[in-house]
């Protein structure tokens, strides 16, 4: 069965300072993969996905996620944090011909002044 | 852009009441979602749809029936609200296809008093 996995529950650090939030999925089939962003009292909105091509692929806000096949990894970095980056993000994987999305547990960031 | 609304941002309601928990997409969308989110557990899938009254049980089903009528409303009922069902609910649409992100509504906060 396929699983996203969130090894950090919670990452606190300083503005502009650099980050990396890590992700790792299991999966038999072929995946597709997200990062989504939900700020305080908001939904999810999505940040930035994998789907083929390039393996990394970067968001309009300086993020950037590395598709790593071999490592199973999907791990989210951005160089240097503002305080609006406060908020949780989760990793994400969907599959060929599927409907469903899974989510990982989600990575609280909190970044300090 | 796609946008989902749900019908409330906050709701209190009584053990034992039944609950409708609404929610529109106004970009033809063919799947649909339910999830609830609590701390520590991230996002668990409780229905999903992907066609007028079609549904599919998602990881946490009991205690929830869910109603799509038409294809751009997706309904939640809670049969007989309980307090272990104090949650955030959203609910997310799609396109068809494993690859396509899910576009999230703002969520609601849902007490069992």
């Known amino acids: 069965a396929q699983s996203v996995t969130q090894l950090d529950s919670q990452v606190p650090v300083f503005e502009e300072a650099p980050v990396e939030l890590r992700c790792n999925y299991s999966?038999?089939?072929?995946?597709?993969l997200f990062w989504y962003v939900q700020y305080p009292n908001q939904g999810l909105q999505l940040l930035l996905k994998?789907?083929?091509?390039?393996?990394l692929v970067e968001s309009i806000n300086g993020f950037e996620a590395e598709f790593n096949k071999s490592q199973t990894s999907f791990h989210l970095r951005k160089p240097s944090v503002h305080i609006s980056d406060t908020a949780e993000y989760f990793c994400?994987?969907?599959?060929?011909?599927?409907?469903?999305?899974?989510f990982g547990a989600g990575t609280r960031l909190f970044v300090k002044a | 852009d796609v946008k989902v609304t749900q019908s409330s941002r906050y709701l209190v309601k009584r053990t034992g009441e039944k609950v409708f928990l609404e929610c529109v997409q106004d970009?033809?969308?063919?799947?649909m979602f339910w999830y609830r989110q609590d701390p520590g557990l991230g996002l668990r899938l409780i229905y999903f749809?992907?066609?007028?009254?079609?549904?599919e049980k998602g990881d946490i089903p009991e205690g929830y029936s869910v109603s799509r009528e038409k294809k751009e409303r997706f309904s939640l009922i809670l049969e007989s609200a309980s307090t272990n069902q104090t949650s955030m609910y959203l609910c997310?649409?799609?396109?068809?296809?494993?690859?396509?992100?899910?576009?999230f509504g703002d969520g609601t906060r849902l007490s069992i008093l």
């Open positions: 997310a649409s799609s396109l068809m296809s494993g690859n396509q992100p899910q576009h």
């Open positions: 994400a994987a969907g599959n060929t011909g599927g409907f469903k999305t899974i």
């Open positions: 994998y789907l083929s091509g390039s393996t």
């Open positions: 970009m033809d969308h063919e799947n």
């Open positions: 749809s992907y066609d007028v009254k079609m549904k």
């Open positions: 999966s038999s089939v072929s995946v597709y």
